[in-house]
């Protein structure tokens, strides 16, 4: 097993120029103070090696919860626009909403590796992927495999990988305030609002050849977005989710490629 801290990273975030409102050099200074950056960390364990061909197909899933918040849709639609330039499954779950015909499994070229819809691919094998009857751990997804006509099933859609994806992205904190009036002499806003949000998701790929898991990708965000009232209401958002997809899908297809296998890091 092989465990790295890919990336601890901070990212500047813009100044807020170009927003059309002249802001206060103190109000100014707090901004830069509250949510001048923001953190990123990647960390991969590797388990067996991966080494995916085009011709190959993964399914993204969120890992099934009986209660409790799961992964957002929009993170895992991100994440599948990351890693082949399409969102799969909203176009197969859309399409399949409006009567079209569509295929479950993409067909891209120049494309590292391909996609299959998540919905179809839990469809073709109900009820094994419920969040009642899910695999948990490596016994269970081992079970999950010797249950008559998985692996045929399996096979016969084209699917290497299954990588669940866990975690969510929520407010961790927040504070001050922004009082809005209007007079005669016109409306306007003042204070200073902020919050902090957390994106901290995990990719756990299992390998469906040989039934192993094959390690995890995790990626941690953390950023402060602010709302300034200076006449208007100013937004300066910290992009922290968006961040995530983008640094999780970037090691997950370098992991998934074998890429840091080849490197030797």
């Not at 009820?127 to 997804?141: D, M, R, V, Y």
């Given at each position: 097993?092989?465990?790295k801290q890919?990336?601890?990273?901070?990212?500047a975030?813009g100044d807020?120029?170009?927003?059309?409102?002249?802001?206060g050099?103190?109000a100014?200074?707090?901004?830069?103070?509250?949510?001048?950056?923001?953190?990123?960390k990647?960390?991969?364990?590797?388990?067996?090696?991966?080494q995916i061909?085009?011709?190959?197909?993964?399914?993204?899933?969120?890992?099934?919860?009986?209660?409790?918040?799961?992964?957002?849709?929009?993170?895992?639609?991100?994440?599948?626009?990351?890693?082949?330039?399409?969102?799969?499954?909203?176009?197969a779950?859309?399409?399949?909403?409006?009567?079209?015909?569509?295929?479950?499994?993409?067909s891209?070229?120049?494309?590292?590796?391909q996609?299959?819809?998540?919905?179809?691919?839990?469809?073709?094998?109900y009820?094994?992927?419920?969040?009642?009857?899910?695999?948990?751990?490596?016994?269970?997804?081992?079970?999950?495999?010797?249950?008559?006509?998985?692996?045929?099933?399996?096979?016969s859609?084209?699917?290497?990988f299954?990588?669940?994806?866990?975690?969510?992205?929520?407010?961790?904190?927040?504070?001050g305030?922004?009082?809005?009036?209007?007079?005669?002499?016109?409306?306007?806003?003042?204070?200073?609002?902020?919050?902090?949000?957390?994106?901290?998701?995990e990719?756990?790929?299992?390998?469906?050849?040989?039934?192993?898991?094959?390690?995890?990708?995790?990626?941690?965000?953390?950023?402060?977005?602010?709302?300034?009232?200076?006449?208007?209401?100013?937004?300066?958002?910290?992009?922290?989710?968006?961040?995530?997809?983008?640094?999780?899908?970037?090691?997950?297809?370098?992991?998934?490629l074998?890429?840091?296998?080849?490197?030797?890091?």
């Amino acid at each position: 097993m092989v465990h790295k801290q890919v990336a601890d990273e901070v990212i500047a975030q813009g100044d807020g120029r170009g927003s059309g409102a002249k802001v206060g050099l103190g109000a100014v200074a707090l901004v830069v103070g509250l949510s001048g950056c923001m953190t990123a960390k990647i960390e991969e364990v590797r388990q067996a090696p991966t080494q995916i061909t085009a011709n190959e197909a993964i399914v993204l899933l969120a890992k099934p919860h009986l209660e409790g918040t799961g992964t957002e849709d929009k993170f895992m639609d991100c994440l599948e626009r990351e890693l082949v330039g399409k969102a799969i499954s909203a176009d197969a779950a859309n399409a399949q909403r409006a009567g079209k015909k569509f295929e479950a499994r993409s067909s891209l070229a120049n494309r590292p590796f391909q996609i299959y819809a998540d919905s179809q691919f839990v469809d073709q094998l109900y009820p094994w992927l419920e969040p009642s009857t899910a695999p948990a751990n490596a016994q269970g997804f081992a079970t999950f495999l010797s249950r008559p006509g998985v692996s045929e099933r399996v096979g016969s859609m084209g699917v290497r990988f299954i990588v669940w994806v866990d975690g969510n992205t929520q407010k961790t904190d927040g504070g001050g305030s922004i009082a809005c009036a209007a007079g005669p002499g016109g409306a306007g806003c003042l204070g200073l609002g902020w919050w902090e949000r957390t994106s901290d998701y995990e990719a756990t790929v299992w390998d469906l050849r040989s039934g192993a898991n094959a390690g995890t990708v995790t990626t941690d965000v953390k950023g402060t977005s602010v709302m300034i009232g200076a006449i208007a209401p100013i937004p300066i958002i910290s992009p922290v989710q968006s961040t995530a997809c983008d640094r999780l899908a970037g090691q997950l297809k370098s992991f998934l490629l074998g890429s840091d296998e080849e490197s030797g890091s």
